[in-house]
């Protein structure tokens, strides 16, 4: 019976890095939901303005707006917090890779849990499935 626990233990501690690895991945930052990756999702390709530079996928629109599904983030490190911050202020021609102002909230009239949810869409988009 010894024999058969320390096999069970040897399995479990083999199969938790890919546990932890599929929990992150499926995982959604601290106080974001579904919920709001949904609405987020809706406001990105709708009232948020956002596929005018990012496109209805976020793969980005060249000499417009970057790639938002890729891991590469050209303005931060691509935490939630750090993409709320980035919409809410938007990002300055002289620190733009295309030259293009991206004005805070994307020029639309989002409120600032709308714009949580579209930070929760982009991060969502950036780190794995919908």
Known sequence: MTDLR??????????????????????????????????????????????ACHGPDGKGIPNLG???????????????????KQIMEGVPANKSTTGLVMPPKGGSALTDEQVKAVAAYVWKLSHGSK
């Open 6 to 51: 320390l096999l069970s233990a040897l399995l479990l501690v083999g199969l938790a890095p890919a546990t932890a690895l599929a929990q992150q991945r499926d995982s959604l930052p601290p106080g974001v939901t579904p919920q709001m990756v949904a609405q987020g999702e809706q406001l990105f390709k709708g009232p948020g303005l956002c596929t």
């Open 66 to 84: 970057p790639d938002l599904t890729d891991k590469q983030w050209l303005h931060s490190k691509g935490t939630y917090q750090d993409i709320v």
